[in-house]
Structures are given as C-alpha cells and as structure tokens.
C-alpha cells in the first residue's frame, strides 16, 4: 500500500514536471489539482491544501531548475530578460503577499481571474515574434517588461499562486519574444520566484518529507526530458498545449469564483 501510494505521488510529480520541462509554466497548475483529487480517489489518505501547496512549491522549485539547466545548454536563455523579469517578479510578488491581508478575497480572485483570463486570450492572438532568431539578436522593452513582471508579481502574491502561465502569454505577445526563448526564460524566472516560496514552505511546517522526495525524483527524471522534447517540437504546437493548458487553468479559476 505503502509503495502504491508513493508511485501514485511519482506519476503526479513526473507529468507535471514533464509539462514543465517542455512549456516552461511550472507544473503546479497540474500538479495542484491532481495531488488534491487522485490520492483519496485511489482509496489514499487526502493531503490538506497546505500540504498541497507545500508539496507543489518543492516540485516546481526542482523542475524549473532542472528544465532551465538544459535550456542553458542550449544556448536559449535570454539573461537579460531573466534578469529584469525576475527582480521584478520578486519585488512584485513580496508586494502582493504584504498587502494581501488587507484585501477581501473576492476581489483578489476576481483580479487574478482576469488576469488569467487575458493571458488565454493572449495565446489565441497571431503571434509575430521572430521565431528561429538568436538569443544574442533578441531585444525587448525593458520598462515595460518591468512593469507587466510587477504586475504580475503583486497579483501572485496576493493571490498566493504561481504566475508562470500568465508571464509566458505575455513574453510571445507584449515583449515579442520568440517560443523557444520565452519557454527557457520563464522556467529561469520562475525557479527564481520560487525560491522564496519553497523557503515559507519549508518554514511553515507543512512540508511532508516522503511525497516531496517522490516529487522531487520525479521531477529530476521529467523535467529535463521535457525540455529536450520542447527544442524538437515544432513552436506552433507548443504554442498550442500552452493555450489549452492556460485555457483549462482559467475555466478552472472561473468555476471556482461563479460556483
């Protein structure tokens, strides 16, 4: 019982790292929702929330670093944009979690569902981005990569949830920036956001040892395969699973606030 509940764990951890790996939006957005529904479906104990956050926080905390290592190598990492992206992204989020207790929930989740809800509208828009383009060639608008990451960042915090799905929409379509590079960029900014939320986590004591080794094993072996499927893949399609998957994130957000 013992070993099936853990394997049960590991495939979790292994499609959501793998989704991960090859799209560069965390994996939590999978994970989340398939820790809290599929153990106690398969006769298992059910994880509280906490501990579903928790779990999550250390999955994406190892597929986003793992996934950005061989995007690395590739030569796809666009430091620049990590750089600028990601202290904001930070600075937005420790912004968003301060002033969270101030705010009714209701309104947090409505702002960040329509946030969401752009970011999949986003990704059915033509995208002009100069596909096949060096990283070194890639140039963007600094000010305003700063402000969307800050944007971003606060309504996160706020929210306590990972933005990653909305950074990606924004990168193709606002900043330009082609596929390949966007994908490899937000796994950087996103392991980097992460960092402080796997550390609250830790603290918290909602960290339960056994599941986060599975997940963490899982995403050691997921993560940098769905990385090398990516750069094989075809933009278009990736393109395509990363609309499907934001878009089944949102009908997921709207339910949840309408019902």
């Known amino acids: 019982m013992e070993l099936a509940w853990i394997l049960t764990i590991f495939v979790i951890g292994f499609l959501g790292s793998f989704i991960s790996g090859m799209v560069g939006i965390g994996g939590s957005i999978i994970n989340y929702p398939m820790l809290l529904f599929i153990p106690p479906l398969l006769g298992f104990a059910a994880f509280s929330a906490q501990e579903v956050s928790a779990i999550s926080a250390v999955q994406v905390f190892f597929a986003t670093m793992m996934g950005m290592l061989v995007f ?6 666009h430091k620049q ?13 420790f912004f968003g979690s301060f002033i969270s207790n101030s705010l009714p929930s209701s309104a947090i989740n409505m702002v960040y569902a329509v946030l969401a809800l752009i970011a999949a509208i986003m990704m059915f828009l033509p995208k002009k981005g100069l596909e096949g383009q060096d990283v070194s060639q890639i ?7 700063v402000i969307l990451a800050l944007i971003i960042g606060t309504v996160s915090g706020i ?3 990972a933005g990653a799905f909305i950074t990606v929409p924004v ?3 606002v900043l330009k920036i ?5 994908i490899a960029s937000s796994l950087a900014i996103t392991f980097i956001s992460s960092i402080g939320s796997t550390a609250g986590k830790l603290m918290g004591g909602h960290m339960l040892l056994i599941p986060s080794v599975a997940l963490v094993a899982a995403s050691l072996i997921a993560s940098p395969l769905g990385a090398k499927l990516s750069k094989k893949i ?6 395509w699973i990363l609309a499907v998957l934001i878009t089944a994130t949102v009908i997921k957000i709207w339910m949840s606030i309408l019902f």
Do not use: E, H
Not at 81 to 93: F, P, R, T
Not at 178 to 182: H, K, N, V
């Open 72 to 77: 690395r190598k590739g030569g796809l990492l």
């Open 171 to 173: 990168m193709l379509v």
């Open 234 to 239: 075809n933009t278009k399609i990736l393109q």
């Open 139 to 145: 140039t963007f608008n600094k000010p305003l990569a």
């Open 81 to 93: 944009l990590v750089l600028y992206m990601g202290i904001s992204i930070i600075a937005g989020s």
């Open 159 to 161: 929210v306590g949830a």
């Open 178 to 182: 082609p596929t390949r590079i966007a």
